[in-house]
């Protein structure tokens, strides 16, 4: 008896482990030189090297270098992607505009790094897919859409954003007595997207401009919030904070939360259909800070500001992890338990030089005192946001309103 005792105090323990399925990442562009010079402004395009709106030379290694961080969580850590890259393992998705494109670029050059490379003069030779900026709800400020523009109008109109344009009516005046430009908000972005971006290099500015760069910012952050869906309406006749979060991130949640569903039942039945999703592991998009504004929002956040008072930072990156629950193992599935074993778990890059990123999931109340937010929750944030009819059939934005028929 104590023979056994002893043998079976010595028989190994088998732990499960929860395991990782997919990875979403969204990132900002890295570094770029402006857009565009104003009326009145100091310096020409000479001071910018690198060209108006095009990443710099610092710009590209800060994706280099997130990609280094997602090479040593995903490679190293995990072991979940190969350390060589595979087209059917990962799919890259940029808007189509060169600081957007290049970010990835140099994204895919630092994953795949071998740790000798010298990244300023080598990007991976790995696919980008885009599509033109009209039809891309990733680059809302292109997106062409009469239904985008009416929504965006209402907005426009509402008593926040009057009040808002009140208590900044100062600053809008200033720029557009100095510039000869309209009385709108575009205008001053134009100027003061410049001058921020100036102010930070060390060049020249002309006194109005510098001296209210930290109104602008207030101004700005204020703006977004309101337009970007974040803000409830008063005096609305119907939802138009919902409304806007359709426009904003509706199409992006979808699309990410569909491939989520279409990996996971992939996993479980094998069917002409699951070809391409079989074996990818990450999907990225390229973009803005208007593209990261949009999803988080669109996920259920309150705020986009994790960290610091201010606009997603460039190389900033939101990541969303598919997860299964290890107890799916020894588990009788039905239809209706069928996605209680999945959950995702949704990080925050503050910028490239953070190697560790934040959580962030659990400031979603939904999802507040679990492993992630539970794929139930997402579905339904989803089908809320989901521009109809289907996009894929559709033009993206012939949304389904009922107001103003």
């Not at 600081?99 to 300023?120: I, N, P």
């Not at 990450?282 to 705020?303: A, E, P, R, V, W």
Request: charged share 20%.
């Amino acid at each position: 008896m104590y023979f056994i005792l002893v043998l079976i105090n010595f028989v190994p323990v088998i732990f499960c482990e929860d395991r990782l399925l997919h990875v979403h990442a969204l990132w900002r562009h890295g570094e770029r030189n402006p857009r565009d010079l104003f009326k009145g402004d100091l310096n020409n395009a000479s001071a910018f090297p690198d060209g108006i709106g095009q990443l710099t030379k610092y710009g590209i290694h800060q994706l280099y270098t997130l990609g280094e961080h997602f090479q040593a969580r995903y490679i190293y850590e995990y072991k979940f992607l190969s350390s060589n890259y595979s087209n059917t393992e990962v799919y890259s998705r940029s808007t189509a505009l060169d600081r957007a494109f290049v970010s990835a670029m140099a994204f895919f050059s630092g994953l795949y790094s071998d740790g000798t490379s010298q990244e300023e003069h080598i990007l991976s030779p790995i696919s980008i897919h885009t599509i033109p900026l009209e039809d891309d709800f990733l680059y809302i400020i292109g997106f062409q859409c009469q239904r985008k523009e009416e929504i965006r109008n209402i907005a426009e109109n509402s008593y926040e954003m009057q009040t808002l344009y009140n208590r900044f009516n100062d600053l809008l005046v200033e720029v557009a007595n100095n510039t000869e430009s309209s009385l709108e908000f575009d205008s001053a972005l134009n100027v003061y997207d410049t001058a921020v971006l100036e102010e930070m290099y060390g060049l020249p500015l002309p006194d109005w401009v510098s001296a209210r760069i930290p109104e602008w910012n207030e101004f700005r952050i204020k703006y977004v919030l309101i337009m970007y869906g974040y803000v409830s309406f008063t005096n609305s006749p119907f939802n138009l904070q919902l409304e806007l979060l359709k426009i904003t991130g509706g199409s992006l949640v979808a699309e990410i939360v569909d491939r989520m569903i279409h990996k996971i039942k992939c996993e479980r039945f094998q069917t002409p259909e699951c070809l391409n999703i079989k074996y990818q592991k990450l999907y990225t998009y390229s973009g803005h800070d208007i593209t990261l504004i949009g999803l988080i929002s669109g996920l259920g956040f309150k705020t986009f500001m994790f960290e610091t008072e201010e606009m997603p930072s460039v190389s900033s990156s939101v990541v969303l992890e598919l997860w299964e629950n290890e107890k799916i193992r020894n588990s009788i599935i039905s239809q209706k338990t069928f996605y209680n074993y999945y959950y995702v778990k949704i990080y925050y890059y503050q910028n490239s030089s953070v190697e560790n990123p934040k959580y962030i999931g659990d400031l979603i109340p939904e999802c507040q005192g679990q492993k992630g937010c539970p794929i139930s929750y997402l579905i339904k944030r989803a089908e809320l946001l989901r521009p109809k009819p289907d996009l894929k059939i559709f033009h993206p934005c012939l949304f389904q309103f009922f107001f103003i028929m």
